[in-house]
């Protein structure tokens, strides 16, 4: 099994059909699951499942993962080359009281049938024991937000 950090391919296509709705009036809902090693979660990604191969089990941890808050609606900025580039971004998540090991993430859209937006990939196993388990999004700008389209 393998992780791969992408925004999804089809979360690529389902921007271009005005699927996911980012913005301040009537958001949608996004949430945040965790992946063991285990899990096969990359590009081809299309939805978050209950029970999907991999996804973390343990204390503090609840199947589906977190809700996450849009800390920066879209917006845009020019990146280092110069090119105009919109982002968004969410507020840091956190499981407290938790003992697990992720090695990955999807976030996705419930409102949406669970349809995948992107996938983190943390680079090696994360293991907390008893303590917080925190994801911190990069600097929400042109340059860093977790979700960019340039």
């Given at each position: 099994m393998s992780i791969s950090q992408t925004a999804t391919t089809s979360f690529k296509v389902e921007l271009l059909q005005a699927v996911h709705n980012f913005g301040p009036t009537s958001p949608n809902t996004f949430k945040c699951a965790l992946f063991t090693g285990a899990g096969n979660i990359g590009p081809d990604t299309t939805q978050y499942t209950p029970g999907m191969t991999g996804e973390v089990t343990g204390t503090g941890y609840t199947e589906g993962g977190n809700l996450l808050t849009i800390s920066v609606s879209p917006t845009y900025g020019n990146n280092l080359?110069?090119?105009?580039t919109a982002y968004i971004s969410f507020q840091n998540t956190s499981w407290t009281n938790a003992t697990f090991t992720a090695?990955?993430?999807l976030i996705y859209n419930s409102t949406q049938s669970n349809k995948s937006v992107a996938?983190?990939?943390?680079g090696a196993d994360k293991t907390v024991n008893d303590d917080t388990f925190q994801i911190i999004f990069p600097t929400p700008d042109a340059n860093s937000?977790?979700?960019r389209i340039s």
């Open positions: 080359a110069s090119i105009p090695r990955g993430a996938v983190l990939d943390f937000a977790i979700v």
